[in-house]
C-alpha cells in the first residue's frame, strides 16, 4: 500500500521560496509521473508541476518561472520549490501520483502554506 | 477547456441517490475522473476513465457518460458520504471543475 507524507514550512514572508518534500512509502517513484497540485478556495485545484525518476518535468506556464522540482530515489522523496512568494500563493499544497497519463490516485496529507508578512 | 460541475450545493438525505454532472467544453472521450474530498483531507480517488471505480471504492458509487456529459451516482446516501466531489481531465494542465458540495438536507 502505497503512503505519501510531506512536510514544509507553513509560513513564509513574501518575497521568500516555498519548499516542501514528499516521502513515497510501500512504493517506488520510479515508472509513474508525482505532481505538485494546490488549492485554493478562490482559484480551487491547481496543478502545478510535475516530474518522473529520469527527472523530466512539466511545469503550469502560469507558475513555470518559480518553480523548480526535484526528486531523490535513493529517498524516495520529491521537492517542490517555489520561489518568489506572494499572498496569492497561499494555498493547501499536495503531493501526488499521476497514474495512466492524467488522473492521481495516491496523495499527500496535504501542507497548507500561508504567505503574509 | 473548462468543467463545469452541477449543481454547485445538493441537500439530500442518507438513503437517497445523489446525481451530481459534469460537463466538459470539449470533447473528453472518456478519460474522466471523480475524487471525493472531506474537510481537511485529500482528494481521493472515486472514479476513473468515466466508469471504473478505484480500488476499495464501494460499489453504490457509480460513474457514467462520455464525450461532454458526465455524472457521478451514489445510489444510497451513507453518512460519511457527504463531502465535495470533483471531476477532472488532462487538458489544460490537469484541469478540475470546481466542486459540488453534497450536504446533509
Known amino acids: 500500500q502505497v503512503q505519501v507524507q510531506q512536510w514544509g514550512a507553513g509560513l513564509l514572508k513574501p518575497s521568500e521560496t516555498l519548499s516542501l518534500t514528499c516521502a513515497v512509502h510501500?512504493?517506488?517513484?520510479?515508472?509513474?509521473?508525482w505532481s505538485w497540485i494546490r488549492q485554493t478556495p478562490g482559484k480551487g485545484l491547481e496543478f502545478i508541476g510535475e516530474i518522473n525518476h529520469s527527472g523530466s518535468t512539466n511545469y503550469n506556464p502560469s507558475l513555470r518561472s518559480r518553480v523548480t522540482m526535484s526528486m531523490d530515489t535513493s529517498k524516495n522523496q520529491l521537492s517542490l520549490n517555489l520561489s518568489s512568494v506572494t499572498a496569492a500563493d497561499t494555498a493547501v499544497y499536495y503531493c501526488a501520483r499521476k497514474y495512466r497519463g492524467y488522473f492521481f490516485d495516491y496523495w499527500g496529507q496535504g501542507t497548507l502554506v500561508t504567505v503574509s508578512s | 477547456f473548462v468543467l463545469t460541475q452541477s449543481p454547485a450545493t445538493l441537500s439530500l438525505s442518507p438513503g437517497e441517490r445523489a446525481t451530481l454532472s459534469c460537463r466538459a467544453s470539449?470533447?473528453?472521450?472518456?478519460?474522466l475522473a471523480w475524487y471525493q474530498q472531506k474537510p481537511g483531507q485529500a482528494p481521493r480517488l472515486l472514479i476513473y476513465?468515466?466508469?471504473n471505480r478505484a480500488t476499495g471504492i464501494p460499489a453504490r458509487f457509480s460513474g457514467s457518460g462520455s464525450g461532454t456529459d458526465f455524472t457521478l451516482t451514489i445510489s444510497s446516501l451513507e453518512p460519511e458520504d457527504f463531502a465535495v466531489y470533483y471531476c477532472q481531465h488532462l487538458t489544460n494542465w490537469y484541469t478540475f471543475g470546481q466542486g459540488t458540495r453534497l450536504e446533509i438536507k
Open positions: 476513465d468515466a466508469s
Open positions: 510501500g512504493g517506488s517513484l520510479s515508472v509513474y509521473y
Open positions: 470539449q470533447s473528453v472521450n472518456s478519460y
